[in-house]
């Protein structure tokens, strides 16, 4: 058997498919539900109601939206390229839910007599894989933007580019801190290491630069601007429709818990709680779950609230404020680390 | 200060002193959280959305709805004498009266004659109320509804016993200092 977690122990086959299984369902049952939280909670923030048309407080308004989107007749542009066009989407979701499998949920547990962590992985690099993960998501984006043959989406692809180059080195540095003070790269390793002092607190440099740079990461306002509906249409996916275009959206909603679960798990302590109290560990999930729903109010809050950067404002902010920021941050930490 | 020349070939623009980095930067993220403050505030504020079709904007006493025909509230008889002077009245032309005799077996209205055909056409109305300011004997009036769609034209052609039933009052009426 490969091993591919550095975890001490060997799970079953069986029970890392049920793992995988399971997590899957469960952040695939979430999302829906987040996306009708942010437009719910988004309509609050602008002194409206937001939708609370179909089912109780308009909890069934995915769910119509989704029928919509798949009954809906597939198309594509005649400068189109066909292969590309397709391939492109399932990329963005692919890379989003398999990024899902590094966010711990919880500790060891017995489950079956057999310990079971509670993550999909725990790998020894896993800053660095969720790192990779976003690189290639971004083929999703860049490749579905030029196969499109539209100016807007190749605008938008464009504008990505532009986008990663200037926030994936700071976001990168960012969490350096925070390994140099844990001493691991693995994430659970990392959640141990916070038992009495939340990384938020020593790191708070680091935390920002963090956020920053995963809005601009998500393609979140303020850094949505290869979206930019005003000026684009809808950017790299203009040109997308029916069910490809649902998989860019859940694809950026997963991309957005697993930013969130990454910033809970490095800077605000995984499944610990404060004030010393150890729940049992069926709580662990249900307590990442609720700091991950809080990271997300914190995307919608300023997504309520920023106007949308510029292009070369992006990229000026990305290198000449959070990438010095971020270096800082790292030696301080590695000068108060050595001595 | 210098007073604007508009003949001059250039023109001085006065600037603020562009901030430091640091002060900018400061300065950015000080405005960042007062943004925040800002947006928050509406969720505290709630929403001022009003929910049509459950909840309606009261309108005001004043306010010119839907026409109404009157009858006197002792003898039940109709105040429309039939004298199309609110047809005449009316810019929109929407209003159709054919008057007839009474007699003293049919007596309609208190006058002579009464309005045998009292026909508003709502799709033309512009509801301006000089029907209501031309008739003397206050026997049409504008109301308070406003929930006027119907899926044919001709339902919008009301009759005058339409306009002389008992009105449903659809609208809440705005209160004292609302």
């Not at chain 1, 890392?16 to 539900?33: C, D, E, R, T, W």
């Not at chain 1, 962590?117 to 969720?130: E, K, T």
Request: proline share 6%.
């Amino acid at each position: 058997m490969t091993v591919l977690a550095d975890v001490n122990f060997y799970e079953p086959w069986w029970i890392q498919i049920l793992k995988s299984l399971v997590i899957f369902a469960v952040i695939f049952a979430i999302l829906p539900i987040l996306i009708v939280y942010e437009r719910k909670l988004l309509g609050r923030f602008q002194g409206r109601y937001g939708p609370n048309r179909v089912g109780p407080f308009g909890l069934l308004q995915p769910l119509a939206e989704i029928v919509k989107f798949a009954t809906k007749e597939p198309s594509r542009p005649t400068t189109s390229v066909g292969f590309l066009f397709r391939l492109a989407p399932m990329i963005a979701i692919l890379t989003a839910v398999t990024a899902l499998a590094l966010i711990p949920f919880g500790g060891v547990n017995r489950i079956f007599g057999k310990p079971v962590g509670l993550y999909g992985i725990d790998v020894s690099i896993g800053p660095l894989y969720v790192f990779a993960l976003a690189g290639i998501s971004f083929y999703g984006i860049m490749l579905g933007g030029w196969a499109s043959g539209s100016k807007y989406s190749f605008l938008g692809a464009m504008r990505s580019a532009a986008q990663l180059i200037s926030y994936e080195v700071s976001q990168g540095l960012s969490l350096l801190g925070v390994v140099i003070t844990a001493g691991t790269l693995s994430l659970t390793g990392i959640v141990h290491a916070q038992v009495g002092l939340w990384f938020f607190i020593p790191q708070i440099v680091g935390f920002l630069v963090f956020m920053v740079a995963s809005f601009a990461e998500t393609n979140r306002a303020p850094f949505d601007l290869i979206e930019a509906d005003a000026e684009l249409v809808a950017g790299y996916f203009t040109e997308y429709g029916g069910t490809p275009f649902v998989a860019y959206l859940f694809a950026e909603y997963a991309n957005m818990i697993v930013v969130s679960g990454i910033a809970v798990t490095i800077f605000f302590g995984g499944w610990l709680l404060p004030f010393g109290i150890h729940p049992p560990g069926w709580v662990d999930p249900i307590v990442v779950l609720v700091k991950i729903v809080l990271v997300f109010t914190l995307f919608i809050w300023v997504r309520a609230t920023l106007p949308r950067l510029r292009y070369d404002q992006l990229m000026s902010l990305g290198w000449k404020i959070l990438l010095p920021l971020a270096t800082l941050n790292v030696l301080v930490t590695a000068i108060v680390v050595a001595s | 200060m210098t007073i604007y020349d508009p003949s001059a070939d250039v023109i001085e623009v006065i600037r603020t002193p562009s901030p430091s980095p640091a002060a900018g930067a400061y300065r950015a993220f000080g405005e960042t959280l007062r943004g925040l403050k800002t947006t928050f505030a509406r969720i505290v504020e709630g929403p001022s959305t009003i929910q049509y079709p459950e909840e309606k904007t009261p309108v005001y006493p004043r306010f010119r709805g839907r026409h109404k025909l009157h009858r006197f509230e002792d003898t039940g008889l109709e105040k429309c004498v039939g004298c199309s002077l609110c047809a005449a009245a009316c810019p929109a032309d929407c209003i159709r009266v054919v008057a007839a005799e009474n007699t003293p077996e049919l007596r309609v209205s208190a006058g002579e004659r009464y309005a045998a055909v009292y026909e508003i056409n709502m799709s033309r109305c512009i509801f301006c109320g000089y029907c209501e300011v031309a008739c003397p004997f206050d026997a049409i009036t504008m109301g308070h509804d406003y929930e006027l769609s119907d899926y044919t034209r001709s339902d919008l052609i009301f009759t005058k016993e339409m306009l002389l039933a008992e009105a449903i009052e659809r609208s809440p009426l705005r209160g004292e200092g609302e």
